[in-house]
């Protein structure tokens, strides 16, 4: 059986405001280590 938990999981949210289309963009980065 295979455990998928081993891996460290990291999940960046950063929310950015663009001032040229003037609304909130959502940034997402995910990667493993």
Excluded: K, Q, W
Excluded at 7 to 30: C, K, M, N, Q, W
Aim: charged fraction near 20%; hydrophobic fraction near 35%.
């Amino acid at each position: 059986v295979l455990d998928c938990d081993t891996e460290t999981h990291l999940y960046d949210f950063h929310i950015i405001y663009s001032a040229s289309y003037r609304v909130p963009i959502l940034y997402f980065r995910g990667y493993n280590i």
